[in-house]
């Protein structure tokens, strides 16, 4: 029972809600929803996609606000027999209102200054009013166990009176489980871009990573359908004492009865409050190439592996019964990634844009723990995008795109909590250029995602979960030039 609070861990430790990797979120602009490929900006949102792109911008200052509406609702159908209803379906409900993307940049000359911030991790808060498979299986295995556990009992007593007593006639259980979380990677950015000549430019950066989950839970309520003769709906601890009771009961059955019950008291009344905090360091790489003036510009970077552990405190002393551990520290760490993009520009009212990424999630251990070698991926996650923008005036641009994925994680990895699907999104919206000095974005996406599955012992049996979600985003983004 204490098993089922255990697995909000999975949650918070995993960082990407939306668009990007398995932990890294790579939506940081309104002109990224409307266009899905940014790989090769030259405008103020390269802080984030294409650093060295910066040495592009006029001289002086820029600045970018940008904020996303975002809502995702996992779903996770389970087949699984002691599961009330099975095959059941569990939805939650993620949102993140206020998804922020602030970025500054000072060029002058060759040089170019920048700084950035936004959620390059999670952003959003999850609520499962009813709980998940992993949660209610421990409840519905009471069921299951308890006839296992009470048929010998029931053998013994019509073995000594001829009667049979049926005490192992539990035909269901109840409960209300909750769980409600947040998991937040803010991340802190700054670059110095520097043009080598008109073709080449080049950046160094580095992205200080702030982690902040947090996450409460309980399951409370816990009873089973006992037989009437024996009270019907009670708490499992409940019934087990009665069951003691019985006249002629050996002293060694009455005492294992009396302890599972004590233990049931406890292991059915669970409550979790806990926050799990850290930092790390992402330095970051870039080269912006123009082979053909503003014909052609192609953008590269490296992030570097951003090493992080994350440290849990308990609040109110709820733990989950021991689940969570004061001060613990667990390892998240965050992939390296290569990005990859080309602009082709033929005219100031035409843009074609295409992107790709690369996660290097084979080197990092998913499992969080440097005493376990569980291994979840077995390829690195990939993503590719092209998006189109059309200026119907010289101050008013219409733009589409659409961006797939390919996860590469094994059944090891996913879960009702977290779990990674292949996906397709399509994104579109305006830009409007209201004066020399303040552009204004418009954009929104929709994510389909593939549906996956996954078969694996239950407890008491075999349980098939099937995945699925969907991703919707509305986003605005003003940028100043001055």
Same mark, same amino acid.
């Given at each position: ?15 990407? !809600?939306?668009?990007?990797?398995l #932990? ?6 309104? !002109? ?5 490929s940014?790989?090769?900006s030259? $405008?103020?949102?390269?802080? @984030?996609?294409?650093?060295?792109g910066?040495?592009?911008? $006029?001289?002086?200052?820029?600045? $970018?606000?940008?904020?996303?509406t ?30 922020p ?7 002058t000359?060759?040089?170019a200054?920048s ?16 709980g ?5 299986m421990? #409840?519905a &295995? ?10 010998? /009992? ?11 007593p049926?005490? &192992? ?8 489980i909750?769980f ?5 990677y ?5 670059n #110095? ?21 947090? @996450? ?25 004492r009665?069951?003691? %009771? %019985? ?5 060694p059955?009455v ?6 019950a004590a233990y ?8 979790? =409050? ?10 970051? /790489?870039?080269? &912006? ?16 592996? +951003? ?6 405190? #308990? ?8 689940m ?18 080309? =602009?082709?520009?033929? $005219?100031?009212r035409?843009?074609i844009?295409g992107?790709? &990424? ?14 376990v ?5 077995d ?5 590719a995008?092209l998006? /189109?923008?059309?200026g119907?005036?010289?101050? !008013? ?9 390919? +996860?590469?994680?094994?059944d ?25 000095? /303040? =552009? ?17 012992n ?8 099937i ?16």
């Amino acid at each position: 029972m204490k098993k089922i609070i255990s697995v909000i861990s999975a949650l918070v430790v995993t960082g990407s !809600l939306f668009a990007g990797g398995l #932990v890294t979120n790579n939506n940081q602009s309104a !002109l990224y929803t409307r266009l899905q490929s940014r790989n090769a900006s030259t $405008s103020i949102d390269a802080v @984030y996609y294409n650093p060295a792109g910066l040495t592009k911008l $006029s001289d002086g200052f820029h600045f $970018s606000l940008n904020n996303q509406t975002i809502g995702q609702t996992p779903k996770i159908k389970t087949a699984y027999e002691p599961i009330n209803g099975s095959p059941k379906e569990y939805v939650g409900k993620i949102s993140a209102p206020i998804y922020p993307g602030v970025y500054a940049a000072y060029k002058t000359g060759k040089l170019a200054l920048s700084l950035g911030f936004n959620p390059i991790g999670g952003g959003g808060g999850a609520t499962y009013d009813t709980g998940l498979p992993s949660f209610e299986m421990q #409840v519905a &295995n009471m069921v299951p166990t308890l006839v296992a556990q009470l048929t010998p /009992l029931d053998q013994y007593i019509f073995s000594v009176t001829g009667n049979d007593p049926n005490f &192992n006639g539990i035909t269901g259980y109840n409960s209300t489980i909750y769980f409600k979380g947040s998991s937040i990677y803010f991340g802190l950015q700054a670059n #110095v871009s520097y043009e080598i000549n008109e073709m080449l430019s080049v950046a160094l950066g580095g992205r200080y990573v702030m982690a902040n989950n947090k @996450y409460e839970g309980y399951i409370q309520d816990v009873t089973i359908t006992a037989p009437q003769a024996y009270g019907g709906v009670q708490t499992p601890g409940d019934y087990l004492r009665k069951v003691a %009771t %019985t006249p002629g009961l050996p002293a060694p059955n009455v005492a294992t009865l009396n302890g599972t019950a004590a233990y049931l008291d406890d292991a059915t009344s669970v409550e979790a =409050d806990a926050v799990m905090k850290g930092n790390g360091i992402t330095p970051i /790489l870039s080269v &912006n190439f123009a082979p053909v003036g503003d014909l052609i510009n192609i953008g590269l970077k490296y992030e570097f592996k +951003t090493k992080m552990n994350i440290t849990t405190t #308990v609040n109110d002393g709820k733990d989950a019964e021991g689940m969570f551990i004061q001060d613990s520290v667990a390892i998240a760490d965050m992939p390296a990634m290569l990005a990859l993009g080309v =602009d082709v520009k033929p $005219s100031e009212r035409f843009l074609i844009t295409g992107s790709f &990424n690369y996660y290097f999630d084979k080197s990092v251990d998913y499992d969080g723990q440097d005493n376990v070698e569980l291994n979840k991926i077995d390829k690195n996650f990939i993503e590719a995008a092209l998006g /189109l923008q059309v200026g119907l005036t010289d101050n !008013l641009f219409l733009s589409a795109g659409w961006l797939t994925t390919v +996860t590469g994680v094994n059944d090891n990895y996913q879960s009702d909590l977290k779990f990674s699907l292949n996906t397709n999104t399509f994104g579109g919206g305006l830009g409007f250029r209201v004066n020399d000095m /303040l =552009d204004i974005n418009l954009g929104g996406s929709y994510t389909i995602y593939e549906e996956g599955s996954k078969s694996y012992n239950g407890g008491a049996g075999q349980a098939t979960d099937i995945y699925n979600k969907n991703t919707w985003i509305a986003a605005i983004g003003l940028d100043f030039h001055f």
